[in-house]
């Protein structure tokens, strides 16, 4: 039996797992507030894709709008991202025990380089 899929515009999950508002998550997250047209700019992307998807982050909670003279601007409310850091933590022991295991490695590595070349030095030309 499948499990209904939540509505993207209830569940933040799926509201970001789109590439597009992720990265309008990452303009806002770095610039701070930012008007739609400049959103359009900086994206490459149709006014209309980008106020559907803002549209979508706004129904989730992690973006808020506000009138600026004529223009609409928004800004990143990151509280509702709190439940997808809260999730993706899970798995951080996971990414530190592998990111150990890749330094110790290239440690042995680095070490074993400089061995060798050391002794290539004292050999001489050959």
Do not use: C
Not at 1 to 14: L, Y
Not at 15 to 30: G, K, S, Y
Not at 79 to 93: A, G, S
């Amino acid at each position: 039996m499948r499990m209904a899929r939540a509505r993207t515009t209830s569940d933040v999950f799926n509201a970001i797992a789109e590439p597009r508002r992720r990265q309008i998550l990452e303009l806002l997250a770095t610039r701070g507030a930012l008007a739609v047209g400049t959103l359009v700019v900086l994206l490459g992307h149709p006014q209309s894709a980008v106020s559907k998807h803002l549209g979508v982050l706004r129904k989730v909670g992690v973006v808020a709008v506000f009138k600026q003279g004529k223009q609409r601007v928004y800004s990143l409310d990151a509280n509702r991202l709190k439940t997808v850091h809260d999730w993706v933590k899970h798995f951080e022991q996971f990414w530190d025990h592998h990111l150990a295991r890749i330094k110790t490695l290239a440690e042995r590595r680095a070490r074993e380089h400089a061995f060798v070349h050391k002794s290539q030095q004292q050999k001489g030309p050959s």
